[in-house]
């Protein structure tokens, strides 16, 4: 089996497969190289928030209300709850006088495991500003103000808000609006279900900073890599790992996203089965297989990011009893 898959192994067997669709294309939608399906239709989940919030630099959102490129890479992100995403969280609301009761995102566990065990041994009452999402829904709360919209409803489809959206997102991804399977996702905002291929090319463009406003959404990313996701979180620490070079943005349910700006080149990949662990080794295996076609300043540095590319399973007792690694090939259209 030749197609790139990431493979749990237990000693000498292989426990589970995880099957990989993945699309690479460049900023003019000519496809690079593909695995499993690339036309497979799934819900971009996070990895549309750069997306979503390409009407607050367009629209001339934040430099009404104030608010810079911290505030637009949170818009961009889905945080762990550290201090510094609270913190910003805080700032976008009272900027456009809101407050965290007109948030519609609820709260959860938070994505990072150390500030995790710092709630839960504290016992911190959570609130929606908790959510990974809350920058995201700052800044559609923001554009609704901005636009004298009720801010009422303005995650749920037919608002406004999300027509906006739409109109940046099929935009960017060379679909039209009747193209879109629409869905809620988990913070419950409308969410958008699409081809690999149609997320790989708005990724691509987002790294070739095609427009202006689009550039200033991708420096704003790559200028502040902890706020995107948070310490020790797989897009952080690869953004930090290859500073400059390359733009990562996860999804649920096994969605990975990323832009290599100076080759200009998007990548858009789904495990089939959702599994988020494969989610980072297969992307890390792409951007490798990809290493002869990219500046030798984007190619992921030797040694980076061991363990989450060969991942090791431990016993109770700490003991490696296997790991989790990619397998197969990319299929490269010009071989």
């Known amino acids: 089996m030749s197609d790139l898959r ?3 192994i ?3 067997a292989v426990e589970s497969v995880h099957r990989i669709h993945a699309s690479v294309c460049d900023a003019e939608g000519r496809t690079i190289a593909t695995a499993g399906d690339p ?3 799934t819900f971009w989940r996070s990895a549309a928030k750069p997306f979503q919030a390409l009407p607050l630099v367009e629209d001339g959102v934040l430099d009404r209300f104030g608010l810079g490129s911290d505030a637009l890479a949170l818009a961009c992100a889905s945080h762990s709850s550290e201090p510094v995403h609270l913190e910003v969280t805080d700032r976008m609301l009272a ?4 407050t965290e009761e007109d948030l519609a995102c609820g709260p959860h566990p938070p994505l ?3 500030i995790a065990r710092e709630v839960a041994a504290k016992r911190i009452h959570l609130t929606p500003r908790w959510s990974n999402c809350s920058g995201k829904h700052s800044g559609m709360l923001a554009l609704a103000k901005y636009h004298g919209w009720p801010t009422k409803g303005y995650e749920q ?3 406004p808000v999300q027509d906006r959206i739409m109109t940046a997102i099929t935009r960017w991804t060379g679909l039209d609006a009747t193209d879109f399977v629409l869905g809620v996702d988990g913070c419950t905002v409308v969410c958008h279900g699409l081809p690999m291929s149609a997320m790989a090319r708005a990724y691509a463009s987002l790294g070739a900073g095609a427009t202006p406003e689009l550039a200033r959404v991708r420096d704003a990313m790559l200028e502040h890599p902890l706020l995107i996701a948070g310490d020790g979180r797989f897009c952080t620490e690869l953004m930090r790992a290859m500073p400059g070079q390359v733009i990562a943005k996860v999804g649920a349910e096994g969605i990975h996203c990323a832009a290599i700006p100076a080759a200009g080149i998007g990548i858009a990949l789904k495990v089939e089965d959702g599994d988020m662990r494969a989610s980072g080794p297969a992307l890390l295996e792409i951007i490798r297989q990809l290493e002869s076609r990219l500046p030798a ?5 030797a040694g980076a990011l061991a363990s989450t590319l060969v991942h090791p399973i431990k016993s109770t007792r700490g003991v490696r009893v296997g790991e989790v690694r990619p397998a197969g090939s990319l299929r490269f259209l010009d071989a």
């Open 112 to 114: 990072g495991p150390r």
């Open 10 to 12: 237990r000693g000498p």
């Open 95 to 98: 900027a456009i006088g809101c």
């Open 39 to 41: 036309s497979y239709l």
């Open 297 to 301: 300043a984007s190619r992921l540095p």
């Open 157 to 159: 489809a037919g608002h």
């Open 6 to 8: 990431v493979e749990a």
